[in-house]
Protein backbone atom coordinates (compact mmCIF):
# COMPACT_ATOMS: atom_id res chain seq x y z
CA UNK A 1 0.00 0.00 0.00
CA UNK A 2 0.66 3.65 0.15
CA UNK A 3 1.90 4.27 -3.53
CA UNK A 4 2.74 7.75 -4.77
CA UNK A 5 3.13 7.58 -9.01
CA UNK A 6 5.05 10.86 -10.19
CA UNK A 7 4.81 11.30 -13.92
CA UNK A 8 6.90 11.56 -16.38
CA UNK A 9 9.99 10.08 -15.01
CA UNK A 10 12.06 11.89 -17.76
CA UNK A 11 11.48 15.13 -19.83
CA UNK A 12 13.25 16.99 -22.25
CA UNK A 13 11.82 20.26 -22.86
CA UNK A 14 12.99 23.43 -25.00
CA UNK A 15 13.94 26.80 -23.33
CA UNK A 16 11.11 28.89 -22.52
CA UNK A 17 8.39 25.70 -22.36
CA UNK A 18 6.23 25.28 -19.51
CA UNK A 19 6.38 21.75 -18.16
CA UNK A 20 3.87 19.91 -15.58
CA UNK A 21 4.92 17.62 -13.61
CA UNK A 22 1.95 15.22 -11.46
CA UNK A 23 1.96 13.19 -8.02
CA UNK A 24 -0.70 11.34 -7.58
CA UNK A 25 -1.15 8.97 -4.57
CA UNK A 26 -2.90 5.49 -5.95
CA UNK A 27 -4.12 4.18 -2.81
CA UNK A 28 -4.89 6.83 -0.16
CA UNK A 29 -6.07 10.19 0.58
CA UNK A 30 -2.73 12.64 0.97
CA UNK A 31 -3.08 15.56 2.98
CA UNK A 32 -0.53 16.77 2.41
CA UNK A 33 2.21 16.51 -0.11
CA UNK A 34 5.51 18.11 -0.91
CA UNK A 35 7.99 19.08 -3.65
CA UNK A 36 11.29 18.68 -3.68
CA UNK A 37 14.14 19.72 -5.83
CA UNK A 38 17.22 17.83 -6.00
CA UNK A 39 21.15 18.36 -7.15
CA UNK A 40 23.15 15.82 -8.43
CA UNK A 41 24.87 14.59 -4.75
CA UNK A 42 23.17 17.08 -2.64
CA UNK A 43 20.68 16.64 -0.34
CA UNK A 44 16.50 17.27 -1.11
CA UNK A 45 15.98 20.82 -0.67
CA UNK A 46 12.19 21.30 0.28
CA UNK A 47 10.28 23.84 -2.60
CA UNK A 48 6.85 24.06 -1.41
CA UNK A 49 4.06 22.18 0.57
CA UNK A 50 0.57 21.72 -0.64
CA UNK A 51 -2.53 20.73 1.20
CA UNK A 52 -5.82 19.93 -0.75
CA UNK A 53 -7.54 22.69 -1.62
CA UNK A 54 -5.59 25.39 -0.51
CA UNK A 55 -2.53 27.85 -1.74
CA UNK A 56 0.66 26.59 -1.72
CA UNK A 57 3.18 27.35 0.92
CA UNK A 58 6.68 27.90 -0.44
CA UNK A 59 10.37 27.57 0.63
CA UNK A 60 11.94 30.93 1.01
CA UNK A 61 14.11 31.20 -2.01
CA UNK A 62 11.49 29.49 -4.52
CA UNK A 63 9.45 31.71 -6.90
CA UNK A 64 5.85 30.80 -6.70
CA UNK A 65 5.04 32.41 -10.23
CA UNK A 66 7.90 30.10 -11.85
CA UNK A 67 6.91 26.67 -9.89
CA UNK A 68 3.02 26.75 -9.89
CA UNK A 69 1.62 24.00 -7.42
CA UNK A 70 -1.99 22.91 -7.77
CA UNK A 71 -3.37 20.12 -4.72
CA UNK A 72 -6.87 19.98 -6.18
CA UNK A 73 -7.99 17.04 -4.64
CA UNK A 74 -6.46 14.59 -1.80
CA UNK A 75 -4.77 12.28 -4.41
CA UNK A 76 -3.49 14.53 -6.86
CA UNK A 77 -0.88 17.51 -6.72
CA UNK A 78 0.89 18.96 -9.60
CA UNK A 79 4.11 21.35 -10.24
CA UNK A 80 4.55 23.36 -13.09
CA UNK A 81 7.71 24.62 -13.78
CA UNK A 82 6.86 27.74 -16.11
CA UNK A 83 9.28 29.26 -19.16
CA UNK A 84 11.84 26.73 -18.15
CA UNK A 85 15.41 28.21 -18.69
CA UNK A 86 18.25 25.51 -18.30
CA UNK A 87 19.28 26.32 -14.94
CA UNK A 88 15.35 24.69 -14.06
CA UNK A 89 17.44 21.24 -15.28
CA UNK A 90 17.16 19.47 -11.87
CA UNK A 91 15.48 16.34 -10.40
CA UNK A 92 12.11 16.95 -9.09
CA UNK A 93 10.65 14.41 -6.38
CA UNK A 94 7.20 14.42 -4.78
CA UNK A 95 6.55 12.95 -1.35
CA UNK A 96 2.83 12.62 0.38
CA UNK A 97 1.77 11.73 3.86
CA UNK A 98 -1.24 9.59 4.43
CA UNK A 99 -4.09 10.93 6.38
CA UNK A 100 -4.21 9.38 9.51
CA UNK A 101 -0.71 8.04 8.79
CA UNK A 102 0.85 10.44 11.20
CA UNK A 103 4.13 12.23 9.29
CA UNK A 104 5.31 9.08 7.57
CA UNK A 105 6.62 10.25 4.22
CA UNK A 106 5.84 8.31 0.88
CA UNK A 107 7.61 9.18 -2.25
CA UNK A 108 7.24 9.64 -5.85
CA UNK A 109 10.25 8.06 -8.30
CA UNK A 110 10.74 11.56 -9.01
CA UNK A 111 11.35 13.30 -12.20
CA UNK A 112 14.67 14.49 -14.50
CA UNK A 113 14.20 17.76 -16.09
CA UNK A 114 16.45 18.36 -18.96
CA UNK A 115 16.26 22.13 -20.31
CA UNK A 116 17.92 22.83 -23.72
CA UNK B 1 10.55 -0.79 -12.61
CA UNK B 2 12.49 0.01 -9.53
CA UNK B 3 11.74 -1.06 -6.51
CA UNK B 4 13.47 -0.49 -2.83
CA UNK B 5 12.70 -2.38 -0.34
CA UNK B 6 13.43 -1.07 3.60
CA UNK B 7 13.14 -3.24 6.44
CA UNK B 8 11.83 -3.04 9.66
CA UNK B 9 8.96 -0.50 9.24
CA UNK B 10 9.43 0.46 13.09
CA UNK B 11 12.02 -0.45 15.60
CA UNK B 12 11.96 0.15 19.15
CA UNK B 13 15.08 0.64 21.18
CA UNK B 14 16.30 0.98 24.41
CA UNK B 15 18.79 3.90 24.80
CA UNK B 16 22.10 2.29 24.15
CA UNK B 17 21.52 -0.48 22.04
CA UNK B 18 22.36 -0.36 18.49
CA UNK B 19 19.75 -0.44 15.76
CA UNK B 20 20.13 -1.54 11.86
CA UNK B 21 18.15 -1.15 8.78
CA UNK B 22 18.56 -2.73 5.66
CA UNK B 23 17.64 -1.81 1.93
CA UNK B 24 17.63 -4.42 -1.19
CA UNK B 25 16.81 -3.28 -4.61
CA UNK B 26 14.99 -5.11 -7.42
CA UNK B 27 17.42 -4.10 -9.78
CA UNK B 28 21.65 -3.30 -9.48
CA UNK B 29 21.74 0.54 -8.27
CA UNK B 30 24.83 3.19 -9.21
CA UNK B 31 24.59 4.78 -5.95
CA UNK B 32 22.45 4.61 -3.16
CA UNK B 33 21.49 7.01 -0.54
CA UNK B 34 20.31 7.63 3.00
CA UNK B 35 18.49 10.35 4.71
CA UNK B 36 16.91 11.00 8.41
CA UNK B 37 14.27 12.23 8.84
CA UNK B 38 13.37 13.94 12.00
CA UNK B 39 10.21 13.97 13.51
CA UNK B 40 8.20 17.21 12.56
CA UNK B 41 11.30 17.72 9.86
CA UNK B 42 11.58 16.40 6.13
CA UNK B 43 14.81 14.16 4.86
CA UNK B 44 18.05 15.64 5.29
CA UNK B 45 20.56 13.57 3.22
CA UNK B 46 22.98 11.62 5.11
CA UNK B 47 25.71 10.08 2.78
CA UNK B 48 26.05 8.68 -0.72
CA UNK B 49 27.83 5.23 -1.36
CA UNK B 50 28.75 4.92 -4.98
CA UNK B 51 31.25 1.78 -5.01
CA UNK B 52 31.07 -1.63 -4.67
CA UNK B 53 31.17 -3.35 -1.08
CA UNK B 54 31.61 0.26 0.03
CA UNK B 55 31.78 1.23 3.70
CA UNK B 56 31.57 4.62 5.03
CA UNK B 57 31.69 5.32 9.12
CA UNK B 58 29.93 8.60 10.55
CA UNK B 59 30.72 8.77 14.20
CA UNK B 60 28.23 6.01 15.34
CA UNK B 61 26.89 5.51 11.82
CA UNK B 62 28.29 2.73 9.88
CA UNK B 63 27.03 2.66 6.12
CA UNK B 64 27.60 -0.19 3.77
CA UNK B 65 26.79 -0.96 0.02
CA UNK B 66 26.83 -4.52 -0.64
CA UNK B 67 29.37 -6.41 -3.14
CA UNK B 68 26.16 -6.53 -5.94
CA UNK B 69 25.23 -2.97 -5.37
CA UNK B 70 21.55 -4.05 -4.88
CA UNK B 71 21.68 -3.72 -1.41
CA UNK B 72 22.53 -1.52 1.39
CA UNK B 73 22.51 -1.28 5.42
CA UNK B 74 23.00 1.84 8.11
CA UNK B 75 23.73 0.84 11.25
CA UNK B 76 23.58 2.69 14.44
CA UNK B 77 26.02 1.76 17.63
CA UNK B 78 24.52 2.93 21.24
CA UNK B 79 21.59 4.92 20.25
CA UNK B 80 20.76 7.75 21.78
CA UNK B 81 17.51 10.06 21.72
CA UNK B 82 19.12 12.23 19.23
CA UNK B 83 18.67 9.63 16.67
CA UNK B 84 14.72 9.48 16.55
CA UNK B 85 13.34 9.57 13.33
CA UNK B 86 12.44 8.22 10.44
CA UNK B 87 15.60 6.63 8.08
CA UNK B 88 15.60 6.46 4.40
CA UNK B 89 17.36 4.84 1.71
CA UNK B 90 17.30 6.13 -1.61
CA UNK B 91 18.72 4.15 -4.71
CA UNK B 92 19.82 5.51 -7.73
CA UNK B 93 19.57 4.58 -11.27
CA UNK B 94 19.16 5.81 -14.57
CA UNK B 95 17.61 9.36 -13.81
CA UNK B 96 15.45 7.85 -11.18
CA UNK B 97 16.01 8.22 -7.48
CA UNK B 98 13.95 5.24 -5.53
CA UNK B 99 13.09 5.53 -2.36
CA UNK B 100 12.55 2.92 0.12
CA UNK B 101 9.30 3.14 2.43
CA UNK B 102 12.07 4.20 5.78
CA UNK B 103 12.65 2.73 9.12
CA UNK B 104 11.00 4.93 12.04
CA UNK B 105 13.05 4.94 14.79
CA UNK B 106 11.65 5.20 18.59
CA UNK B 107 14.62 5.45 21.09
CA UNK B 108 13.38 4.46 24.41
CA UNK B 109 15.24 6.28 27.58
Known amino acids: GAVVSQHPSRVICKSGTSVKIECRSL??????MFWYRQFPKQSLMLMAT?????????EQGVEKDKFLINHASLTLSTLTVTSAHPEDSSFYIC????????????FGSGTQLSVL | GQQVMQIPQYQHVQEGEDFTTYCNSS?????IQWYKQRPGGHPVFLIQ?????EVKKQKRLTFQFGEAKKNSSLHITATQTTDVGTYFC?????????FGKGTKLSVIP
Open chain 1, 27 to 32: DFQATT
Open chain 1, 50 to 58: SNEGSKATY
Open chain 2, 49 to 53: LVKSG
Open chain 1, 95 to 106: SATQLGAGEKLF
Open chain 2, 90 to 98: AGGGSYQLT
Open chain 2, 27 to 31: TTLSN
